[in-house]
């Protein structure tokens, strides 16, 4: 069966700290992959996907996301997190072939120290 | 440009109520998705409609649920009777167009809690 994996729950880091927030999925083909963030009574805003090519993919807000398809996995990394990126964290995919549908990891809750 | 929005942003029911959901996608877009959270697990898909069609609801998870999008715009999300697995957060997404990858843009949760 299709599945992204969201090992960390939550994560706390200290502002100004590197972030590295992992996910693993499992489907027959590579899927497209996503992050989305979700602050605080707000929607899910989506950060960055990868749907082939380069295998590192910029976003937005300064994040980065690299694919590594011998690990089957796509970190989303920050070099200098700030206060406000205390948030949720998804990894979601889709298969390449039309079925739109996405499929979520459950989440990582980042907490920012200062 | 107006984002998604959902309505109620809560709700509290007894078991046994009715409770309808709405969701009013991005003015264009065709496509518009249910998904649901349960406390603690990952977000789940429930369905998609392209205009006012059911192109996808493998996720609904039984004929409590009814989902509708007359005229194609918003749609509704109506749960009959509820239960108290039901509770969660229901998410609406829209997208404008066909096709595996395209951005859905999704509202901010409507969080049911089933007493």
């Known amino acids: 069966a299709q599945s992204v994996t969201q090992p960390d729950i939550h994560i706390t880091v200290s502002e100004g700290a590197s972030l590295e927030l992992r996910c693993n999925y499992s489907?027959?083909?590579?899927?497209?992959l996503f992050w989305y963030v979700q602050s605080p009574g707000q929607g899910l805003q989506l950060l960055l996907k990868y749907f082939s090519g380069d295998t590192l993919v910029q976003g937005i807000k300064g994040f980065e996301a690299e694919f590594k398809r011998s690990q089957s996995s796509f970190n989303l990394r920050k070099p200098s997190v700030h206060w406000s990126d205390a948030a949720e964290y998804f990894c979601?995919?889709?298969?390449?072939?039309?079925?739109?549908?996405?499929?979520f990891g459950t989440g990582t809750r980042l907490t920012i120290i200062p | 440009e107006a984002g998604v929005t959902q309505f109620p942003s809560h709700s509290v029911i007894e078991k046994g109520q009715t409770v309808t959901l709405r969701c009013d996608p991005i003015?264009?877009?065709?496509?518009l998705y249910w998904y649901r959270r349960v406390m603690g697990k990952e977000i789940k898909f429930l369905l998609h409609?392209?205009?006012?069609?059911?192109?996808?609801e493998s996720g609904m998870p039984n004929n409590r649920f009814l989902a509708e999008r007359t005229g194609g715009t918003y749609s509704t999300l109506k749960v009959q009777p509820a239960e108290l697995e039901d509770s969660g957060v229901y998410f609406c997404?829209?997208?404008?167009?066909?096709?595996?990858?395209?951005?859905?843009?999704f509202g901010p949760g409507t969080r049911l809690l089933v007493l």
């Open positions: 003015s264009g877009h065709d496509n």
């Open positions: 409609f392209v205009k006012e069609s059911k192109q996808d």
């Open positions: 997404a829209s997208s404008q167009d066909l096709g595996a990858g395209e951005t859905q843009y």
């Open positions: 489907y027959g083909a590579t899927p497209y």
């Open positions: 979601a995919a889709c298969s390449n072939f039309g079925n739109e549908k996405l499929t």
